[in-house]
Protein backbone atom coordinates (compact mmCIF):
# COMPACT_ATOMS: atom_id res chain seq x y z
CA UNK A 1 0.00 0.00 0.00
CA UNK A 2 1.20 3.61 -0.30
CA UNK A 3 1.25 5.26 2.41
CA UNK A 4 -0.20 8.99 3.19
CA UNK A 5 3.08 10.96 3.34
CA UNK A 6 4.96 8.57 0.62
CA UNK A 7 7.41 6.98 3.87
CA UNK A 8 8.29 2.79 3.60
CA UNK A 9 6.13 0.61 5.73
CA UNK A 10 8.70 0.14 7.87
CA UNK A 11 10.02 3.80 8.47
CA UNK A 12 9.78 6.62 10.67
CA UNK A 13 8.40 10.20 9.64
CA UNK A 14 11.35 12.94 10.43
CA UNK A 15 12.21 12.96 13.75
CA UNK A 16 14.32 16.25 15.29
CA UNK A 17 15.04 17.29 18.69
CA UNK A 18 15.29 20.80 20.07
CA UNK A 19 17.39 20.94 23.25
CA UNK A 20 17.11 23.47 25.74
CA UNK A 21 13.97 25.04 24.19
CA UNK A 22 12.97 26.33 27.90
CA UNK A 23 15.57 28.28 29.45
CA UNK A 24 14.35 28.30 32.71
CA UNK A 25 13.86 24.07 33.01
CA UNK A 26 16.84 22.57 34.27
CA UNK A 27 16.09 20.07 31.12
CA UNK A 28 13.98 20.62 27.92
CA UNK A 29 13.59 18.91 24.29
CA UNK A 30 11.04 20.08 21.83
CA UNK A 31 10.49 17.07 19.74
CA UNK A 32 8.99 16.70 16.22
CA UNK A 33 7.47 13.50 14.81
CA UNK A 34 6.52 14.25 11.46
CA UNK A 35 3.91 17.85 12.53
CA UNK A 36 3.24 15.59 15.92
CA UNK A 37 4.85 18.54 18.58
CA UNK A 38 5.78 17.48 22.25
CA UNK A 39 7.46 20.06 24.13
CA UNK A 40 9.22 18.30 27.36
CA UNK A 41 10.64 20.10 30.64
CA UNK A 42 12.30 18.89 33.90
CA UNK A 43 11.37 20.52 36.60
CA UNK A 44 13.86 19.60 39.98
CA UNK A 45 12.52 19.89 43.10
CA UNK A 46 14.59 19.19 46.96
CA UNK A 47 11.43 17.34 47.97
CA UNK A 48 10.14 13.40 47.69
CA UNK A 49 6.85 12.34 48.58
CA UNK A 50 5.99 11.11 52.04
CA UNK A 51 6.65 7.66 51.37
CA UNK A 52 10.29 8.37 50.40
CA UNK A 53 11.24 10.81 53.22
CA UNK A 54 14.12 9.81 54.80
CA UNK A 55 15.33 6.93 52.90
CA UNK A 56 17.65 8.67 50.40
CA UNK A 57 16.03 8.04 47.22
CA UNK A 58 14.69 10.34 44.80
CA UNK A 59 11.18 10.07 42.73
CA UNK A 60 10.64 11.03 39.27
CA UNK A 61 7.03 11.39 37.82
CA UNK A 62 5.36 13.06 34.65
CA UNK A 63 2.76 15.13 33.59
CA UNK A 64 0.89 15.67 30.17
CA UNK A 65 -1.64 18.08 28.70
CA UNK A 66 -2.78 18.86 24.95
CA UNK A 67 -2.84 22.66 23.84
CA UNK A 68 -6.32 23.42 22.81
CA UNK A 69 -5.80 23.89 19.27
CA UNK A 70 -3.24 20.96 19.11
CA UNK A 71 -6.02 18.86 16.66
CA UNK A 72 -8.09 19.68 14.06
CA UNK A 73 -10.70 20.96 16.36
CA UNK A 74 -10.09 22.93 19.85
CA UNK A 75 -10.68 20.51 22.87
CA UNK A 76 -11.57 22.43 26.14
CA UNK A 77 -8.18 22.75 28.11
CA UNK A 78 -8.46 20.76 31.48
CA UNK A 79 -8.93 22.42 34.90
CA UNK A 80 -9.60 21.28 38.85
CA UNK A 81 -8.98 17.23 37.53
CA UNK A 82 -6.93 15.46 34.77
CA UNK A 83 -8.59 13.34 32.27
CA UNK A 84 -8.68 9.77 32.62
CA UNK A 85 -6.65 9.50 28.82
CA UNK A 86 -4.13 12.65 30.23
CA UNK A 87 -3.87 10.18 33.62
CA UNK A 88 -2.91 6.82 31.36
CA UNK A 89 -0.23 8.52 29.33
CA UNK A 90 1.28 10.65 32.08
CA UNK A 91 1.55 7.43 34.09
CA UNK A 92 3.21 5.73 31.31
CA UNK A 93 5.43 8.55 30.49
CA UNK A 94 6.26 8.70 34.78
CA UNK A 95 7.12 4.60 34.54
CA UNK A 96 9.03 4.42 31.46
CA UNK A 97 11.54 7.17 33.25
CA UNK A 98 11.41 5.34 36.26
CA UNK A 99 12.25 2.46 34.46
CA UNK A 100 15.98 3.50 33.39
CA UNK A 101 16.46 6.27 36.51
CA UNK A 102 18.20 4.42 39.60
CA UNK A 103 16.38 6.21 41.65
CA UNK A 104 18.76 5.61 45.00
CA UNK A 105 21.22 7.84 43.23
CA UNK A 106 19.18 11.04 42.86
CA UNK A 107 19.16 11.80 46.76
CA UNK A 108 15.66 12.79 47.88
CA UNK A 109 15.06 14.89 44.61
CA UNK A 110 11.70 15.02 42.96
CA UNK A 111 11.94 15.09 38.85
CA UNK A 112 9.56 16.12 36.97
CA UNK A 113 9.00 15.97 33.08
CA UNK A 114 5.87 18.43 32.03
CA UNK A 115 4.83 17.10 28.31
CA UNK A 116 2.83 19.40 26.50
CA UNK A 117 1.46 18.54 23.04
CA UNK A 118 1.83 21.78 21.22
CA UNK A 119 0.68 19.93 17.74
CA UNK A 120 -0.84 16.47 17.90
CA UNK A 121 -0.32 13.78 14.37
CA UNK A 122 -0.93 10.65 16.76
CA UNK A 123 2.16 9.56 18.52
CA UNK A 124 2.19 11.92 21.03
CA UNK A 125 2.46 9.41 24.14
CA UNK A 126 5.09 7.88 22.33
CA UNK A 127 6.87 10.87 21.24
CA UNK A 128 6.36 12.05 25.02
CA UNK A 129 8.22 9.41 26.07
CA UNK A 130 11.25 9.42 23.44
CA UNK A 131 12.02 13.64 24.09
CA UNK A 132 11.45 13.28 27.79
CA UNK A 133 14.59 10.92 28.26
CA UNK A 134 16.47 13.24 26.61
CA UNK A 135 15.02 16.30 28.78
CA UNK A 136 15.94 14.49 31.58
CA UNK A 137 19.62 13.16 30.91
CA UNK A 138 20.26 16.73 29.73
CA UNK A 139 19.08 17.57 33.32
CA UNK A 140 21.10 15.27 35.23
CA UNK A 141 24.11 15.93 33.60
CA UNK A 142 24.06 19.68 33.90
CA UNK A 143 23.62 18.48 38.00
CA UNK A 144 26.76 16.23 37.74
CA UNK A 145 28.74 19.67 36.35
CA UNK A 146 27.19 22.01 38.93
CA UNK A 147 28.27 19.34 41.94
CA UNK A 148 24.88 18.05 42.89
CA UNK A 149 25.34 14.45 41.23
CA UNK A 150 28.09 12.36 41.48
CA UNK A 151 27.26 10.96 38.34
CA UNK A 152 24.40 10.32 35.55
CA UNK A 153 21.90 7.98 37.00
CA UNK A 154 21.01 6.28 34.26
CA UNK A 155 20.66 3.08 33.48
CA UNK A 156 20.00 2.73 30.10
CA UNK A 157 18.12 4.79 27.52
CA UNK A 158 14.40 4.92 26.80
CA UNK A 159 12.31 5.10 23.64
CA UNK A 160 9.18 4.33 22.22
CA UNK A 161 7.01 4.01 19.20
CA UNK A 162 3.70 3.05 17.22
CA UNK A 163 2.85 0.44 15.15
CA UNK A 164 -0.42 -0.43 13.47
CA UNK A 165 -2.07 -2.80 11.07
CA UNK A 166 -3.79 -1.04 8.50
CA UNK A 167 -5.51 -2.67 5.22
CA UNK A 168 -3.21 -5.53 6.07
CA UNK A 169 -0.14 -3.84 5.86
CA UNK A 170 2.11 -3.71 9.51
CA UNK A 171 2.86 0.21 9.72
CA UNK A 172 5.92 2.33 11.56
CA UNK A 173 5.16 5.11 13.43
CA UNK A 174 0.82 6.06 12.40
CA UNK A 175 0.37 9.29 11.57
CA UNK A 176 -3.72 10.35 12.45
CA UNK A 177 -5.14 9.32 9.21
CA UNK A 178 -3.38 5.45 9.36
CA UNK A 179 -4.26 5.44 13.07
CA UNK A 180 -7.95 6.09 12.23
CA UNK A 181 -8.54 2.93 10.21
CA UNK A 182 -5.75 0.29 11.93
CA UNK A 183 -7.39 -2.84 12.53
CA UNK A 184 -4.56 -3.26 15.18
CA UNK A 185 -2.65 0.20 17.35
CA UNK A 186 -0.05 -0.47 19.51
CA UNK A 187 2.43 1.66 21.06
CA UNK A 188 5.99 0.21 22.69
CA UNK A 189 8.27 1.21 24.83
CA UNK A 190 11.73 -0.31 25.36
CA UNK A 191 14.94 0.12 26.59
CA UNK A 192 18.38 0.24 24.61
CA UNK A 193 19.17 -2.96 26.67
CA UNK A 194 16.57 -4.58 25.05
CA UNK A 195 13.64 -4.83 27.48
CA UNK A 196 10.14 -3.84 26.85
CA UNK A 197 9.27 -1.50 29.52
CA UNK A 198 5.30 -1.45 27.79
CA UNK A 199 3.37 -3.16 25.27
CA UNK A 200 0.07 -1.75 24.27
CA UNK A 201 -1.49 -4.03 21.49
CA UNK A 202 -5.38 -3.96 20.76
CA UNK A 203 -7.17 -5.21 18.07
CA UNK A 204 -9.60 -2.62 16.69
CA UNK A 205 -11.30 -5.37 14.58
CA UNK A 206 -10.65 -8.96 14.23
CA UNK A 207 -8.35 -10.67 17.04
CA UNK A 208 -4.59 -10.65 15.92
CA UNK A 209 -2.46 -13.89 15.58
CA UNK A 210 0.83 -14.55 17.73
CA UNK A 211 2.64 -14.44 14.42
CA UNK A 212 1.51 -11.05 13.69
CA UNK A 213 2.29 -9.54 17.46
CA UNK A 214 5.96 -10.59 16.40
CA UNK A 215 6.07 -8.44 13.20
CA UNK A 216 4.92 -6.08 15.27
CA UNK A 217 7.62 -6.42 17.66
CA UNK A 218 9.99 -6.52 14.96
CA UNK A 219 8.99 -3.36 13.14
CA UNK A 220 8.57 -1.54 16.73
CA UNK A 221 12.42 -2.54 17.33
CA UNK A 222 13.39 -1.28 13.80
CA UNK A 223 12.23 1.89 14.79
CA UNK A 224 13.16 2.28 18.27
CA UNK A 225 16.79 1.50 17.40
CA UNK A 226 16.86 4.61 15.25
CA UNK A 227 15.36 6.46 18.02
CA UNK A 228 18.06 5.42 20.45
CA UNK A 229 20.35 6.94 17.40
CA UNK A 230 18.85 10.31 17.88
CA UNK A 231 19.06 10.79 21.36
CA UNK A 232 22.50 9.92 21.37
CA UNK A 233 23.06 11.78 18.72
CA UNK A 234 21.03 14.91 20.62
CA UNK A 235 22.54 14.48 23.90
CA UNK A 236 26.32 14.24 22.77
CA UNK A 237 25.86 17.45 20.94
CA UNK A 238 24.99 18.97 23.92
CA UNK A 239 27.30 17.75 26.05
CA UNK A 240 30.36 19.07 23.55
CA UNK A 241 28.78 22.32 23.61
CA UNK A 242 29.06 22.08 27.48
CA UNK A 243 32.37 20.88 27.78
CA UNK A 244 33.84 23.74 24.96
CA UNK A 245 31.96 26.46 27.55
CA UNK A 246 33.76 25.34 30.27
CA UNK A 247 37.08 24.77 28.69
Known amino acids: MERTDGRNLIELRPVSMEPGFQVHAEGSVLIST ?32 MLPRATNTRTNRERGSTGGRSQEIQRLIGRSLRAVVDLDRLGERSFTVDCDVIQADAGTRTAAITGSYVALYLAMEQMVRDGQLSAVPMKAAVAATSVGVVDGEVLLDLCYEEDSRA ?5 LVRMSTGEYVEVQSTAEGAAFSRDLLSQILNAADSGIYELFKIQESVIASVVAERDAAQA
Open 183 to 187: DVDAN
Open 34 to 65: GVTRVLCAVSVEERVPGWLRGTGAGWVTAEYA
